[in-house]
Each structure stands twice: as C-alpha cells, then as structure tokens.
C-alpha cells in the first residue's frame, strides 16, 4: 500500500490569511498527486484550521473556510480513488466542537471518523468536548485505527487498539512543542505496543529540535520515513498486513508479536473493560436479557435484580429510567413510585434525596426489606462492564436533559459501544443527534412492525425490540437491513426457542435463570 504523508509550515502567525495560505499549500499538494500514485493520503491535526489559536477566531475559520478545505479534500479522494485522512476540528450535530479526524473513502465520501479522546488543557480552553472510545474500521481487507497527538501518551489507549487487531494507525498531530527525540520514540514504542504501523501527519516548526517529524514506522518499531524539519510530502510503500514476528523466548521459534502478548497478558491488571466490552458485543446469537433483572424472584429494577443476572451469566440487562426533578437519573419502570416502593410521587416531581429513603423490596416480601431505588450511576458501578444494558429511557427530559446525561456518562467510563440506548422516536432523535456513536434500539410503533423498522432506519438505529407480534415477515425484512432483533418478552424455554427459530436475536426475559438452556454454556 503506497502512503503519502504531508508536512506543510506551520502558519506561526496564528491568523485566518496564515491558515488559508496554510491550506493553500497543502491543496497544492494534493493537485500535484496523479491518480495511482498513491493509495492513502495524511493530513495534520487541525488541517481546517492550522495554526488558529483564539477560540472565536478559530470556530468561524472551521465553519467557513475550513469546511470549504474538507469538502476539497473529499473531492481530491474521489479523483485520486485514494483515501485521505485529516485532522479537523468539527461541529456534532448536537451543537458539542470536537477534534476530529475524518477517513475519507475512494469515492469522495467519509467512511470513518474519530473523535480525540485525550484532550490538552488549551482543548478544553477552546470548549472542545472529548471522544469517548478507540475507533478500529475494516476497509478493503485493512484494519485502520486513529490516534491523535495526546493520545501518543498513552500507552493503555494502544492497548486498546491493538485489542480490535488494527494493521494502520493514522495520526495527525501538532506536538508543536515537543522534542523530535521524544517524537520519533514515542512513534516507535507505539508502533510496538499496537503491532501496527504509525503513520504520523504533523507541521514543519521550521525548528531541527521542535515539532515535525511527520513518519512513518513499522510494526518492529523501525522509522521508514521520516520529514524531520523539512516542509513537504513523502510517499512509502508498505505491507499492511506485515506483522513483527519474534521469538517466543530465548532459544524458541519465532511468532507473531501481538499473538505473544495477547497469550501472556494479565488483562484484569489494565484492560478489563476492553476484553469484556468485545466479549460481550462479539458473543453468539441467540442472547438473554434480564428484563428489570431477574424480576421473577427479586425485586425489579434493583441492584439485587442485576446483581442475580450478573451471576447467571445474561449477555445483557435492560431497565427503566426518569429523571427525578434534581436532574438525577433514577431506575424505575412507572412514572411513579406508587407500585414498587412503600411511598407515592411521580419520580419527575420528587427530588433525589427523598426517591432514596423508598424501600423498593418491601412490596415482595419482609425478606427484601431495605432494598432502594438505584440511581443509574449505581447499576453502572455495579455492573462494572459485565453485561451490556439494554437502557429504557421513557422520556426524553426537558431538551433532551435525561439522554444527553446517560450519553456524557457512557462516554465518560468508556463504555459507548457496550450499551445501548431504546426508546421511542422522541428519545431516538435526541440520542442519535447528540451521541451518533452509542448504539440505539427502536421501540417505537411496537404495535406496527413494519413501521418500528422504519423509523429504525431513518434513525440510524442497530436492533429494533419486536412484541409478541413478530411475524417471519417482518423479521426477515428487519435481518436484511442488519438490524439485530429483540423480543419483548418472552418467561418459558419452549416459546422463547419458538422466536429463536423465527430469527430473534435477543430475548427480554423476566425469568433469566428458567432460559438459561437457551444459550451456550460457553458463551455464557
């Protein structure tokens, strides 16, 4: 695979005509390049915007002149039927300015992007909001993963790319004030720790101890290429799928290196919710889901409800959520405490301090006396990365509040992609707006199979949870869109294996412990 990377000069004098003439340089570059010349192009971080430094100033170039630059950048791929990464900072649709680095496919269109999960204090000074997950896609046969600038100083995040098995990491960067020796070692103890090549985007400083050093090395840990101070482009033509192999130990037949590390490691010492996070969303169909937990012998919505699914073994839990009036987010399927605790109240009109003295076990016996509401942060804590959670939202909060909260605390604990979030239109809309990236479950129009689906497509949904109304139709149509397919509800073995054998993928159950047959042992 033949990659170029960019080093343009850095625009020191921090002004919207040094940026332009900045981006100016570097489409230049890209017009030099003839079809076939190379297979995959590098930008630096903050392409749509070099050098800008001042928060306005810097927002309003990305908005105009920078989003002028990406669209160019996307037209110079689909006329090289090249791929082409940049680092950009980026508006979500939910209003939140992330750094975001763009993979832009052959055909001129994006096919992937990455969100920079470590961000430097000046980020945060300019209102950035972080990303919340490493991001490894597959395209043409080659694994492609991100990391931008800060992430380089952190080895875990590697880890965690070398988890999903990538082959090409791609780095725009400024490190405009690093020293090129930490640069080019940090660049190779990466490559090591990844077994993946680094290819990494940065500017020229104009300085032989400060910054550039866009390279590339080799999953050995060898610098290819390497600009050093020196404004332009390089070209390097690679093996993606070469991997460093080595001996096992001394005197021992080589192997792969990953393979060495993966069979040795002690991942409960650094890489817990990694491992468990891809057990779970690799695991075979069909799978359970506690429904409230196990709701047939514990009190439902409770930690001990979970805490029992937890210990069966269940692939994924699902609960209930409202707000309470001070803004806590508060497990409970009915609006109101009434049916399920010793108090009454509506949960949006109660504040936090008096949802927390209910007695939520009572109602089932003596025995479970005690037992509270939980807050959502407590399931979360509780659950510590073991199930996925199906999360019912009910509604959606004034502007959107209870959803926009669930995702900030998904995305602050690492755990977007493990969870995911189900509800009706309202709830989807404000989700797939404000956090594209968490996965969402359809549960609108249950009564009409065919529209849920529907709506499931036009919100960018991954499952839709049928009723007991499910037809072979309307599974069928669901499979050929991809979607997985859940089942609300199902308590007995021989009519849940009934909607199994239609095509459900997941089955809500109240009854964990009576399906349990209904899985593989080993992927229990």
């Not at 343009?8 to 010349?37: D, F, N, R, S």
């Not at 630096?44 to 001042?54: C, D, I, R, S």
């Not at 763009?102 to 909001?129: N, P, S």
């Not at 098995?165 to 690093?178: A, G, K, T």
Request: proline fraction near 6%; include cysteine; glycine fraction near 8%.
């Amino acid at each position: 695979m033949k990659i170029t990377v960019f080093q343009p000069p850095y625009p020191e004098a921090a002004t919207p005509q040094a940026a332009a003439a900045c981006q100016v340089i570097m489409c230049h570059q890209l017009q030099t390049i003839e079809p076939g010349e190379t297979e995959l192009v590098v930008l630096p971080e903050y392409a749509n915007a070099p050098g800008l430094t001042e928060q306005e100033t810097l927002l309003q170039f990305a908005r105009n002149e920078g989003e002028a630059f990406v669209q160019e950048v996307a037209s110079q791929a689909k006329r090289l039927k090249a791929l082409i990464a940049l680092g950009t900072v980026c508006q979500r649709p939910g209003l939140q300015w992330v750094n975001r680095t763009w993979l832009f496919g052959r055909d001129g269109k994006a096919i992937a992007w990455y969100d920079k999960t470590h961000l430097t204090e000046v980020e945060r000074g300019l209102g950035l909001t972080a990303g919340s997950e490493p991001v490894v896609i597959e395209h043409n046969g080659i694994r492609f993963g991100f990391a931008v600038c800060f992430d380089f100083y952190f080895p875990a995040y590697f880890e965690a790319l070398a988890a999903q098995s990538v082959d090409v990491i791609l780095c725009p960067s400024y490190q405009r004030s690093e020293s090129t020796a930490r640069i080019r070692t940090m660049c190779q103890c990466r490559a090591l720790d990844s077994g993946a090549y680094i290819v990494r985007s940065s500017y020229s400083m104009g300085s032989e101890d400060k910054g550039g050093h866009s390279l590339i090395a080799s999953p050995e840990g060898t610098i290819l290429a390497n600009r050093q101070s020196e404004p332009g482009a390089m070209t390097v033509d690679i093996d993606p799928h070469a991997k460093l192999e080595k001996p096992a130990s001394h005197g021992q037949p080589t192997v792969e290196y990953r393979a060495l590390i993966e069979l040795n490691r002690h991942p409960g010492l650094y890489r817990p919710y990694v491992d468990q996070a891809q057990a779970i969303i690799g695991s075979l169909f069909p799978r359970l889901c506690a429904h409230r937990g196990v709701s047939h012998v514990c009190p439902e919505n409770t930690l001990p409800a979970f805490g029992a699914a937890i210990a069966l073994g269940v692939h994924e839990i699902e609960l209930d959520l409202w707000m309470s009036a001070d803004g806590i987010p508060v497990v409970c399927h009915d609006p109101s405490v009434d049916r399920t605790t010793d108090g009454e109240g509506i949960i949006t009109e109660m504040d936090w301090a008096d949802i927390q003295r209910l007695d939520a076990g009572i109602k089932l016996g003596p025995g479970w006396s005690g037992v509270r509401v939980p807050r959502f942060e407590e399931v979360l804590d509780a659950i510590d990365g073991r199930s996925g959670i199906n999360i019912h939202i009910k509604e959606p909060g004034s502007e959107g509040q209870l959803v926009k909260l669930v995702c900030d605390l998904l995305r602050s604990r690492g755990l977007p992609q493990m969870h995911y979030i189900a509800g009706d239109k309202p709830v989807l809309e404000v989700a797939l707006n404000y956090a594209p990236e968490i996965p969402r479950a359809c549960l609108a129009a249950q009564n009409e199979p065919h529209r849920m689906i529907r709506v499931a497509e036009e919100l960018a949904c991954t499952r839709v949870q049928f009723g007991c109304n499910a037809t072979d139709e309307a599974l069928r149509y669901a499979r050929d869109l991809g979607l997985i397919c859940n089942l609300f509800w199902s308590d007995e073995l021989t009519d849940a294996q009934e909607y199994v054998e239609m095509g459900i993928d997941v089955v809500l159950t109240n009854a964990a412990h009576k399906l349990l047959p209904l899985v593989s042992p080993s992927d229990r």
